[in-house]
């Protein structure tokens, strides 16, 4: 968002290998003072930080939070300080499904068209239903994943590497294909020894490689990979 939306500032946290819940806090904090009314987004242990902030920070003035993702932070020693969503959190979300304030239903979402208002009109077919229904919005957010088409829609390097036969997609046409351990596929089926692929990028063949510490992990993988053995293609060799 922040890199899409000019309106979006981004608050910039520091040690993402060892967080500290409370410099983190102390940054979102920060940032709300210099921009009251702001919509708070954050994913992973980004969102449980603004929940403890919240949750701890009666006096803070924004217009409301998306918390994406967030992190069960006793998975990994790194984030465990973080803790839970906050129970006081946790309880103004159940008041707010109550009040039908939040709906929560699992639906698949069909076709999204703008009013002559400015709101939009989202069909939904909710799962075991017989019937899809339309529902009024002001705002909506798609957190499906990526679904461009990984060929009309590449960059000019990804383009350039299926154009001369140096990578090729993935069997669910996600992004390119890898090996495991993030050596680029070519049209031939030979790994490369010199075009890597790491984080989403490697969705294809990783799945779920989007949040920081999988992203972490692969590229420390790769570079002991490559201080071990090198990186230099053989002749011939893409």
Same mark, same amino acid.
């Given at each position: ?29 920060? &940032?709300?003072?210099?921009?009251? +009314?702001? !919509? %708070?987004?954050?994913? $992973?242990?980004?969102?449980? =930080?603004?929940? @403890? ?40 979300? &159940?008041?707010?499904?109550?009040? +039908?304030? !939040? %709906?929560?239903?699992? $639906?698949?979402?069909?076709? =999204?068209?703008? @009013? ?123």
């Amino acid at each position: 968002m922040g890199g899409t939306d000019p309106s979006a500032k981004i608050t910039e946290q520091h040690c993402f290998a060892k967080p500290t819940p409370e410099a983190w806090i102390t940054e979102i904090a920060a &940032a709300t003072m210099i921009h009251p +009314g702001a !919509v %708070l987004v954050g994913h $992973s242990p980004g969102a449980i =930080a603004i929940a @403890r902030l919240l949750a701890h920070g009666p006096q803070i003035r924004i217009s409301g939070a998306l918390l994406a993702a967030p992190i069960k932070p006793s998975r990994s020693p790194h984030t465990r300080r973080f803790g839970q969503i906050p129970p006081r959190s946790a309880a103004c979300v &159940a008041q707010a499904r109550t009040d +039908g304030q !939040v %709906l929560t239903q699992r $639906s698949k979402c069909g076709q =999204a068209t703008r @009013r002559c208002d400015g709101r939009i009109n989202l069909v939904l077919a909710p799962r075991g239903a017989d019937k899809a229904r339309t529902i009024v919005a002001d705002q909506v957010i798609d957190g499906g994943g990526l679904r461009r088409d990984p060929v009309t829609d590449a960059t000019p390097v990804i383009r350039d590497l299926l154009t001369c036969g140096a990578a090729r997609l993935d069997p669910l046409r996600l992004s390119l294909d890898t090996t495991p351990d993030a050596h680029v596929i070519n049209k031939t089926g030979q790994p490369s020894r010199c075009i890597f692929e790491v984080g989403p990028a490697a969705r294809g063949a990783l799945s779920e490689i989007t949040a920081i510490p999988d992203i972490r992990e692969q590229t420390f993988r790769l570079a002991n990979e490559l201080l071990s053995t090198g990186a230099e293609a053989a002749p011939g060799t893409p």
